[in-house]
């Protein structure tokens, strides 16, 4: 995790929030996030802090289809 953490903070200094983040969420990729959720359901926590970070990227951040993964995250 450390590499990924420190490429996003270097990404968000030099390009700002709207162009430091990619993933799913960015994507709109509602089907990836499906997965993922289906998978950390055995991990409780790690769910719950994936969904609360989702909902964060939604709010704060450029994503295609914001609909469809809000029915998703809250599905």
Do not use: C
């Amino acid at each position: 995790m450390i590499p990924i953490l420190l490429q996003t903070l270097a990404n968000y200094a030099a390009y700002g929030p709207a162009g430091a983040f990619s993933g799913p969420i960015v994507r709109g990729d509602a089907e990836t996030v499906r997965r993922h959720l289906r998978v950390l359901r055995k991990l409780g926590p790690a769910r719950e802090v994936y969904s609360v970070l989702a909902r964060a990227a939604l709010r704060y951040l450029p994503a295609k289809r914001r609909t469809e993964l809000r029915s998703v995250l809250n599905g």
